[in-house]
């Protein structure tokens, strides 16, 4: 992972590229040290929080690869949208796909461990036991695409061009940064103002560009002359908004490191762009395109079939995982005056009937989500346990009282559509927050004014889900109007909290981390992923305390159970539902290896094509 990357729902797998375009990946972890470089410090090759690393020092190759798979040939996927920028790190526009591929971490994880890191630009780092400061030291072999040497200078152009004209959450995440200096060539080294555990490892996740390159130009602005990058992967061709082709570089410095090793097996990946998802799909079972990952549940189970699914030319696979599951919702923005009151927000979760929805629209396929730790031990289930309580007392006259007394549980109906005792529950609700319902209307008590809001979405596959509670809402007398727009229109106005609700989620917690604080603490009101406006006493106080825990397993699992309860018991977001297991479909040329990375389905990571099986395929349109 880099840190450009978070993943949101499971209906749609767009979501994570258009919401979260810019989020810091800011893992925790604790080094294993190789050897002590002085009383007071560790030098290590590796970087971890909870466990000892799954991969010892020497080790070769990850598990879930074949060190010896095949490199070449060409594979094509899909996008929907369009693209006019290769910047990943501006603060506008539209980024092509494999624009997150240019650049190179310090670090890389592994995709079967979590907040592991091991050598990738840094081949080792020292860092002190009081966690107020670290020391990359540079591979002296690594190198930008144009073969200069990525230095220490790098390393700290990098930072400071982030902080000065990237994305507003890297400062404000960084904020506890006192000083970046290169000690000399190879070494950088960065000081805290305070002791920062998780700050020290997410340091290690920095996307790596030259200094050469980019001190002439605007890293704010989009750019539409492809950059100079520090990783394998270059973008050889395009045209603007419709396609773009990426290019593995055969004389990349790093591909035979332990980390990159049977990895990245094909020469060129290209991206061609659809308006609508479903010519995409038609334009996949064609053969326009080689992969595609379905999280539309009908299309699943109806729509693919045909003659190259009969022949085998085509394959549908269902893997199941334990995969952490995100928190795919709409989200209420509590900053409008009509989502501030907590029993209306509670209200109107009633409308959305999810066993009628399931069983109509989803070929009950899916499982509603209750948690925001959903498939973790983390999860709050039961009443909270003593440990709990200890960590909520503090706050305990700040938060909901059904925390200590009630579990969490979404609204559940029979499937029948009739839902006349869930929007009685909702009616009284209303009435107890002020609101009555005259001549067919709900409006407020004191003022008069109707209950009317907007969702707004992007998808028309989620506009067809948010019909049913749209009806559901109408039979309350609340209009909700429908706001469907394009995917630039829909970053700005969430830029912009320019919404009163929005069809979206929130990452998949694996566990609870420092992140949560740009999700939920009242100092990130402005950042893109609080986005639900909370600004919450409580809840800050709680992630403040998983941010000072993050090297205890104990407390951490205390205080994210505790948050848990807090946050479902606040009723921020209508929660939606998830499905653990891969839908994938692919023609039928490719190879994998016998073992599935973890938390990844594999692909196009670690598989490379199959010769013969390519061979017996009709010529389709998929070269580059």
Not at 454 to 462: G, Q
Not at 537 to 564: C, F, M, N, W
Request: charged share 30%.
């Amino acid at each position: 992972m880099n840190v450009a990357d978070f993943t949101l729902g499971q209906e749609e797998c767009t979501v994570k590229k258009i919401i979260i375009l810019f989020i810091i990946l800011a893992l925790t972890g604790i080094g294993f040290s190789v050897a002590p470089a002085e009383e007071g410090s560790i030098v290590s090759t590796r970087f971890s929080l909870r466990d000892t690393p799954k991969y010892k020092e020497g080790f070769t190759h990850f598990d879930y690869v074949n060190p010896d798979a095949p490199k070449g040939g060409s594979i094509t996927l899909s996008s929907t949208g369009t693209f006019d920028s290769f910047n990943r790190y501006s603060q506008r526009g539209d980024v092509a796909e494999g624009s997150d591929d240019l650049y190179d971490t310090l670090m890389k994880g592994s995709d079967d461990e979590i907040d592991v890191l091991y050598p990738l630009i840094a081949e080792k780092l020292e860092y002190a036991k009081d966690h107020t400061w670290i020391i990359f030291y540079i591979d002296k072999r690594a190198v930008f695409q144009d073969k200069k040497p990525i230095t220490a200078d790098d390393v700290v152009f990098t930072f400071h061009t982030f902080m000065e004209k990237g994305v507003p959450h890297f400062k404000s995440y960084y904020k506890d940064v006192a000083k970046v200096e290169a000690l000399d060539s190879q070494r950088v080294k960065f000081t805290l103002k305070l002791p920062r555990i998780d700050l020290l490892h997410s340091l290690a996740g920095l996307n790596i560009i030259p200094k050469h390159y980019w001190e002439k130009k605007d890293f704010s602005e989009p750019a539409t002359e492809v950059p100079l990058g520090s990783s394998g992967f270059t973008i050889d061709s395009f045209k603007m908004g419709q396609y773009v082709v990426i290019k593995r570089l055969k004389d990349y410095w790093a591909k035979d490191l332990p980390v990159n090793k049977g990895r990245h097996n094909f020469d060129f990946i290209r991206y061609d762009y659809y308006k609508d998802e479903a010519v995409t799909l038609e334009a996949f079972k064609a053969g326009e395109f080689d992969f595609r990952s379905e999280n539309v549940a009908t299309q699943w189970a109806t729509l693919y079939t045909g003659d190259n699914f009969d022949k085998k030319m085509v394959l549908k696979e269902e893997i199941p995982h334990e995969i952490p599951q995100a928190m795919q919702a709409l989200i209420y923005n509590t900053q409008r005056e009509v989502f501030k009151d907590i029993r209306v927000r509670e209200a109107l979760i009633y409308a959305m009937d999810f066993e009628w929805m399931n069983q109509h629209l989803f070929y009950n396929q899916y499982t509603r989500t209750r948690s925001y730790f959903q498939n973790t031990e983390y999860e709050a289930k039961g009443l909270p346990s003593k440990e709990e309580i200890a960590c909520l007392d503090p706050v305990k006259d700040k938060i909901p009282p059904r925390v200590y007394t009630h579990e969490y549980k979404p609204p559940v109906t029979d499937g029948s559509g009739n839902i006349r005792p869930q929007l009685r529950e909702a009616l009284a609700l209303l009435k107890e927050a002020g609101w009555e319902i005259k001549d067919k209307k709900m409006v407020h008590k004191t003022s008069g004014k109707p209950m009317e809001f907007e969702v707004l979405l992007y998808s028309p596959t989620m506009e067809r889900i948010t019909i049913p509670v749209q009806d559901n809402l109408k039979k309350l007398g609340i209009t909700l109007n429908i706001r469907r727009v394009d995917t630039t229109q829909f970053i700005n106005r969430l830029r912009e909290r320019d919404f009163d609700m929005v069809s979206g989620g929130y990452s998949a917690n694996a566990f609870p981390s420092s992140n949560l604080k740009v999700a939920w603490h009242s100092g990130y009101l402005d950042s893109t992923y609080n986005t639900a406006g909370v600004t919450d006493p409580a809840i800050d106080y709680l992630v403040e305390k998983i941010d000072q825990h993050q090297t205890d397993k104990a407390a951490l699992l205390s205080y994210g159970r505790a948050l848990d309860r807090v946050l479902q018991w606040n009723f921020f977001v209508v929660p939606e539902w998830h499905l653990s297991k891969f839908r994938i479909a692919y023609w039928n040329r490719f190879e994998r290896p016998a073992v599935r990375p973890k938390y990844s389905v594999g692909f196009p990571d670690t598989w490379w094509i199959d010769k013969d099986k390519d061979d017996k395929l009709p010529k389709r349109n998929t070269s580059k």
